[in-house]
């Protein structure tokens, strides 16, 4: 009975989040900006575009320049998420591909990493008043969220071991539509349960952040509009006012 | 409504960036004029707030989501991280928290989620969702009129979020449904009628010039033209109509004319285009941001210029910089081996870099200046050909005018300059207690750089900023005229071929060569 609930949950997440995140990348990249707006200095090439990306993409560098604090607990708990989700790669590849064995010691820091980036977040959240003022219910609840998620990954690591084989078994069937048997373990079904939620609300929340950053146009545009006319198609059908004789 | 001298500076603290405390709803009650009618109507505006204003508003707002990406991105991605909230210098002078960009910004989200998001729709207490109510639409006049769309937010946000863009769409969905703000839609309607935003009429503009003239005629000695509508010259000149009017911009127009003497160029004002700055980018309205630049193009067809070249105006430089060429393009009528249009600095500063201008800077040794990084200048645009240009010619001709310059404290300027307090629609006396607060953080660091080097003195590239500054200065503690324009400092130090100064500097320098 869990393992078909199971199996229909995450099912459903997956499609909701593949089929939620094409719609998000759809509504941004279908609406249009009509002018130039890349926060200057900006780099005056496609290229300089690129690494400015990858400057805030891997080091955050808006952020840094803006608040170390933030920095440093928003970096450490993404790169966490980051190592800590290449480490679970494990459950969905057989045989397990080489790089991933060498990143399984390193997962085991980056959740305690991702875990020690989130309190620093949420106890900022509760204890600077200008970001409690903003935090709105849900605010405080995503950090719930993933510290439950992270907190019940490291339990089944190190307090009650759950099947980890019969786990791995349940998702290699899943990808083939073969239904293996769950184990029934309480903090693995917390553990599964809260990722598929989490899955699920990915596209509709505030989640999708990152999602935000590749299509911002202060950060993606290159600062040329004198060489290269930048017009939008609705702009270019505006009819003046004032005719040019 | 605030007088500058009732105003009490805040002096508890000196760091310029020092985070007040929160002071919730401190500045409800700072609301500028609503436009009448007449304002409305000349812009395509309903005259006063429509019937169904609510539903007008909410399908407004859908459209410009689909019309304008950074809008349905900023709306989507802000995660409250927080790092934006000590950056807005009306929070640093106010501590309404409503000034914090996140929390400006929210004033919109809020509705977004509410009409918008699954979410918003269902469990609107959960993620913070609100109805737009007339207390809301209330609040959005208040604060998206507390913001000079100066950009420094966006510098900060991980994810690039400008409140800049949010409040354009604000005030572009308040003017659909017949809010809006008196100050700005006076002014353009203006444009529409006179071509300028004071109003000045060709006349007028005429006889400044001629005073002007004179003027330059008796400190030079020689007959340096200022020309208005005069066709088939080299330069159509394009710059506030403030520096036509009002101290010290006048001083930084007569330095123009002496640079374009001295270059050999023949110019021209257009009293059609007699105006720089751009106030339909205030009010987010892309159709009457269009409407003005395309006076622009007018002007420069009919007479029939090869080159358009923008005067020291902050706002109008990031419309003339990053959306002429959008707007009222392509220009291939212009000569293009120079950049269309030019920046005033930029055709100034290629002079200097070709050893083609001389200074005497000891003619503004009793100056001791520091310079104000104009906030879209910085932020909204650039000069020359690589990266932060914006920053480096206008202190490359200051150092070549004056012996005594000294910067401001780096988080206070270039990239993270702070905003004069007047800007993106702001400049207005119904919001004389903004602007005095809004200013609070660039005063202080004016006051940091008077005590450390004695600076007397702030040169700044924009006819809001230079306005503004001669209205607060006052207020803490530095005379009305302590803020110049750039090319007053050029004017004052130039020596053209052939002056009463270049004699003077001549023979003075003869005995010391006979030594």
Known sequence: MVTQLYAVLFVSATFVLLGGLGYKIWVFATAPAPLKIPTTPAPVTRTGVVFRMIREIVLFESLFKANKWIWVFGWVFHAGLLVVLLRHLRYFTDPVWGWVVLVQPFGIYAGFAMLAGLIGLAARRIVVPRIRYISAPSDHLMLVLLIAIAGSGLIMKYVVHTDIVAVKAFFLGLMSFELNPLPADPVLLVHLGLVAFMMIIFPFSKLLHGLGLLFSPSRNQVDNPREVRHVAAWAERLVARVKAE | ?515
């Open chain 2, 1 to 515: 409504m605030a007088k500058v001298s009732d105003f009490i500076v805040d002096d508890s603290d000196t760091d310029p960036l020092a985070i007040p405390k929160l002071a919730c709803g401190s500045m409800r009650d700072s609301k500028p004029f609503v436009a009448k009618d007449a304002h409305q109507a000349a812009l395509g505006y309903p005259g006063e707030l429509v019937d169904d204003w609510q539903d007008k508003a909410i399908s407004k707002m859908g459209e410009l989501l689909t019309k304008y990406r950074s809008l349905q991105v900023y709306m989507d991605s802000c995660v409250k991280c927080g790092a934006c909230t000590d950056k807005c210098h009306y929070f640093l002078g106010t501590g309404d928290p409503k000034n914090m960009p996140v929390g400006r910004q929210d004033l919109m989200r809020k509705v977004y989620r509410r009409y918008f998001t699954f979410a918003g729709k269902y469990m609107p207490w959960l993620v913070g969702a609100e109805d737009l109510t007339e207390d809301v639409l209330d609040e959005w006049y208040t604060y998206y009129h507390q913001c000079s769309q100066c950009r420094r937010c966006s510098v900060y946000c991980p994810f690039g979020i400008d409140t800049a863009e949010v409040s354009m769409a604000a005030r572009e969905i308040m003017d659909s449904v017949g809010k809006g703000q008196k100050y700005c839609n006076e002014i353009i309607g203006k444009v529409y009628k006179v071509g300028n935003n004071l109003g000045l009429p060709a006349k007028a503009i005429r006889s400044t010039l001629d005073g002007l003239e004179e003027e330059l005629q008796e400190d030079t000695g020689l007959d340096i033209k200022m020309p208005l509508d005069q066709k088939g010259v080299d330069v159509l000149l394009v710059t506030p109509s403030a520096d036509l009017f009002a101290e010290p911009h006048i001083d930084g127009l007569m330095g123009y004319a002496k640079v374009f003497h001295e270059a050999g160029v023949t110019w021209t004002l257009s009293s059609y285009a007699s105006e720089a700055a751009n106030f339909g980018m205030f009010i987010g309205s892309y159709e009457n941001m269009r409407e003005v630049s395309l006076r622009i193009r007018k002007a420069a067809e009919d007479l029939q210029v090869k080159r358009i070249v923008f005067g020291e105006c902050g706002h109008a430089w990031r419309v003339a910089y990053s959306f002429l060429n959008t707007l009222a393009g392509p220009f291939d009528f212009l000569d293009q081996r120079y950049p269309i249009p030019q920046h005033i600095c930029e055709f100034t500063y290629d002079m200097i870099e070709n050893g083609e201008l001389r200074f005497d800077k000891s003619k503004n040794d009793q100056y001791r200046l520091t310079y104000h990084d104009s906030c879209n200048v910085a932020r909204g645009s650039r000069m020359g050909n690589k990266p932060g240009g914006q920053f480096e010619i206008p202190r490359e001709i200051l150092r070549a005018s004056c012996n005594h310059f000294y910067d401001m404290a780096p988080d206070t300027i270039k990239e993270a300059t702070l905003c004069c307090g007047g800007g993106g629609g702001i400049l207005t006396d119904d919001l004389m207690d903004v602007r005095l607060k809004g200013a609070q953080p660039r005063m202080r660091a004016m006051q940091e750089v008077a005590e450390e080097h004695g600076v007397t003195h702030l040169a700044a590239i924009c006819a809001i900023c230079k306005a503004q500054f001669s209205k607060v200065l006052p207020a803490y503690g530095f005379k009305v005229n302590s803020i110049l324009s750039v090319h007053q400092m050029v004017s004052n130090a130039i020596v053209l071929t052939g002056s009463i100064q270049e004699k003077e500097l001549d023979e003075a320098k003869t005995p010391e060569a006979a030594e």
